[in-house]
């Protein structure tokens, strides 16, 4: 969801495209929904019931959580900036792009499968969700 934000915001710094009406309604529904995740992380918290949510028991993953968010978003807007300036301006192909894509993120869910498929983790932790 945060995703919206920082990508109107490299699109203005980087190609100087004003943020419309739209997006800004856009912007406004989204952040009803931020607004409402945030609450049912409240509600979760007062409940106290830790086989619900890890950050009952560590709440300091809360913050952890939202900074890898925050990280991961803002890569992905700039990588889709960067897949956009790669169309506009340098007219690479489409086919070419999605076919790189595809093609790494091929090689990269098979190294994470065989990595998990082997590695087993004897974890107190990683019982619980098994």
Same mark, same amino acid.
């Given at each position: 969801?945060?995703?919206?934000?920082?990508?109107?915001?490299?699109?203005?710094?980087?190609?100087?495209?004003?943020?419309?009406? &739209?997006?800004?309604?856009?912007?406004? #529904?989204? +952040?009803?929904?931020?607004?409402?995740?945030?609450? =049912?992380?409240?509600?979760?918290?007062?409940?106290?019931? /830790?086989?619900?949510? #890890?950050? $009952?028991?560590?709440?300091?993953?809360?913050? $952890?959580?939202?900074?890898?968010?925050?990280?991961?978003?803002?890569?992905?807007?700039?990588?889709?900036?960067? $897949?956009? %300036?790669? #169309?506009?301006?340098? +007219?690479?192909?489409? &086919? #070419?792009?999605?076919?790189?894509?595809?093609?790494?993120?091929?090689?990269?869910?098979?190294?994470?499968?065989?990595? =998990?498929?082997?590695? &087993?983790? /004897?974890?107190?932790?990683? %019982? %619980?969700?098994?």
């Amino acid at each position: 969801m945060v995703e919206l934000y920082i990508l109107a915001l490299l699109n203005l710094k980087i190609f100087k495209i004003q943020i419309y009406s &739209h997006q800004k309604l856009a912007f406004a #529904i989204n +952040f009803i929904s931020v607004i409402l995740n945030i609450v =049912t992380v409240i509600f979760t918290y007062n409940e106290k019931n /830790e086989k619900k949510a #890890i950050y $009952i028991k560590y709440w300091w993953t809360v913050f $952890i959580g939202i900074f890898v968010y925050l990280l991961y978003s803002f890569f992905l807007s700039f990588t889709f900036i960067n $897949i956009k %300036k790669l #169309i506009d301006l340098k +007219f690479v192909s489409l &086919h #070419i792009i999605l076919f790189l894509y595809g093609f790494f993120g091929f090689i990269f869910c098979s190294i994470f499968c065989i990595i =998990t498929t082997f590695v &087993h983790c /004897e974890d107190e932790n990683a %019982k %619980k969700f098994l």
